[in-house]
């Protein structure tokens, strides 16, 4: 996500704090947080797509080819 729209949802809590938003400022800013959190669940999902594990009969399991790809269909 671009540190611009980061600073946008930033920009629009401190307002909301301060004095409010107007009904299209509250739309912009659940739009802007659904990308947000759109975001680190792609960034998590590829992080542990990564993840290798080490089995006890020495083989490696590539957690991201055993489990990832099933809840992406």
Known sequence: MEVSRIERINELARKSKRTGLTEEEKKEQALLRKEYIA???????????????????????????????????
């Open 39 to 73: 975001a680190i669940r792609m960034n998590i999902r590829t992080q542990l797509d990564n993840i290798s594990i080490q089995e006890e009969d020495g083989s490696i399991t590539n957690l991201g080819e055993k489990y990832g790809n099933k809840k992406r269909h």
